[in-house]
C-alpha cells in the first residue's frame, strides 16, 4: 500500500524533519503541501518533488485525497487543522506542543477517537538511540524503583526568531518551545506516571538580546517578524509530583547567563542505579563499588525514524508510540505549569 501523504506548512522544521522523509520513503506518494505563503509553497513543493501545491489547507483537502497530513504550522493552528483533516479521513502527525490550551487538546483526542483516526504528536526525541537505550534500562528494571527525576534545557542565549515569541501564535516561550521536548522525554522514559501537583515560574529575565555570534531557530518568517511581539518568558522552572511518588524538576531556558548548551539533558534516579542521557550514561553499584557505564549506541536521525513509525502505524493501523493522549497529559502538565506561575500557588491536577 502506498501511503498518500500531504504536508501543511512548508517552514523551517518541514523542511528539515518531514519532507525529506516522506519524499525518501519507498511507501509514501508526496501528494502535496499547502502554505498560506503561496510562492513558499510553490518553491518547497519543487525542491522535495510533491506533485502539487495550495495556498492554504482547505483547497488541499477539497482537491485531493489524503491518507495522512504532517502538521508543521505555528502552534496555534495545530488543533483546527488536525481536526480538518479527521473530517477530510486523513491521519495526523502534529507538531508541538499538540495544543496551546487544554481544552483544545482534549477536543482533538476527542475527534480522534470518533473519526476513528491515527494522531501522533512529533516528540522526536523520543526517536533518538540513546533515548530508546535508556528505555531500556528503565523497563528492564536495572534503576529499581524510580523516584526522582530531572529535565533540563538551559540555552544561554538562543532565542528562536520569529513568531515564537508571540503568546498568541505560541502559547508560551520556552516553556511550550523546548520545555514540551525534555518534559516529554523525562515523563515517557519513567514510565508515563499520572501528576498529582503542579508548582511552576515562569520568568522574562533577559528578553531582548543584542549578542552576535550566537545561533537560533528560525521561524521562515522570521524576517517580517523580528520586530514582533515579544511577551512570553525566557526562562521556565516546574516541579511536579506523580501519584506514584516520583518527583520531576524542570528547567529549561532560552536565554540565561550560564554556560552555552543546547543539549537536552535527563536524569533519572531509583534505587537500584541511575541514568542520563548527556553524557549517556548508567549509574550503578557492583560488589559496593560504583560502576558507571557509557552505552555504546550508534547516533540516528530521529526525525527519519519519526517519519517511518508514523508512516508504519497509517499503514498497519496501530497505535503510534506518542497517541494523541499522551500529548493531552503533556499539555496538561504544561498549562499547569503555566498556571501555577499566575497564581504563585501550587495547582493539584484532578
Ligand atoms: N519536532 C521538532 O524538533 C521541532 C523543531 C522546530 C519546530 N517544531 C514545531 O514545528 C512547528 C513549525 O515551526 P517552524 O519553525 O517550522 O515554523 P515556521 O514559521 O518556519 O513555519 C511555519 C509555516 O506554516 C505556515 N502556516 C502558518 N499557519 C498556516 C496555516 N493555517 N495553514 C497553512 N500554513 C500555515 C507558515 O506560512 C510557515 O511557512 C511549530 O509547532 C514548532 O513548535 C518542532
Request: hydrophobic share 40%; net charge negative.
Amino acid at each position: 500500500m502506498t501511503v498518500r501523504v500531504g504536508v501543511i506548512g512548508t517552514g523551517s522544521i518541514s523542511r528539515v524533519g518531514h519532507l525529506p522523509h516522506y519524499r525518501n520513503h519507498p511507501e509514501v506518494e508526496l501528494v502535496a503541501v499547502a502554505d498560506v505563503d503561496p510562492t513558499r509553497a510553490e518553491k518547497v513543493a519543487a525542491e522535495f518533488g510533491a506533485a502539487r501545491w495550495y495556498a492554504n489547507p482547505t483547497d488541499m483537502f477539497d482537491s485531493e485525497r489524503l491518507d495522512a497530513v504532517s502538521i508543521c504550522t505555528a502552534n496555534n493552528s495545530h488543533v483546527p487543522l488536525a481536526l480538518m483533516a479527521f473530517e477530510h479521513g486523513a491521519d495526523v502527525l502534529v507538531e508541538k506542543p499538540l495544543a496551546t490550551d487544554l481544552a483544545a487538546a482534549r477536543q482533538l483526542a476527542d475527534a480522534a477517537t470518533k473519526h476513528g483516526r491515527i494522531c501522533m504528536v512529533g516528540m522526536t526525541h523520543r526517536f533518538r538511540n540513546d533515548a530508546q537505550a535508556l528505555k531500556r534500562f528503565v523497563e528492564a528494571g536495572d534503576l529499581g524503583d524510580l523516584y526522582a527525576a530531572r529535565a533540563q534545557i538551559l540555552r544561554r542565549r538562543g532565542t528562536p526568531a520569529g513568531w515564537f515569541t508571540n503568546r498568541a501564535v505560541s502559547g508560551g516561550g520556552p516553556l511550550m518551545d523546548i520545555g514540551v521536548h525534555v518534559l516529554d522525554l523525562a515523563w515517557w522514559l519513567a514510565g508515563m506516571p499520572v501528576p498529582e501537583t503542579v508548582s511552576g515560574h515562569l520568568v522574562t529575565g533577559i528578553g531582548r538580546y543584542n549578542t552576535v555570534m550566537s545561533s537560533r531557530w528560525r521561524s521562515s518568517d522570521a524576517a517580517n517578524q523580528d520586530n514582533g511581539v515579544f511577551d512570553v518568558e525566557d526562562y521556565a522552572s516546574a516541579y511536579i509530583r506523580f501519584k506514584n511518588g516520583l518527583v520531576l524538576q524542570l528547567e529549561v531556558s532560552w536565554a540565561l547567563n550560564g554556560p552555552q548548551d543546547d543539549n537536552l539533558k535527563v536524569d533519572l534516579y531509583g534505587t537500584k542505579g541511575g541514568v542520563s542521557l548527556d553524557p549517556l550514561t548508567y549509574y550503578s553499584e557492583r560488589n559496593d563499588i560504583f560502576l558507571d557505564s557509557s552505552p555504546s549506541i550508534e547516533r540516528n536521525d530521529p526525525y527519519e525514524a519519526e517519519i517511518h513509525h508514523f508512516v508504519e502505524a497509517v499503514k498497519t493501523r496501530t497505535q503510534p508510540l506518542i497517541p494523541v493522549e499522551q500529548g493531552v497529559s503533556i499539555v496538561e502538565m504544561l498549562t499547569a505549569i503555566v498556571a501555577s506561575a499566575e497564581r504563585r500557588r501550587e495547582v493539584v491536577l484532578g
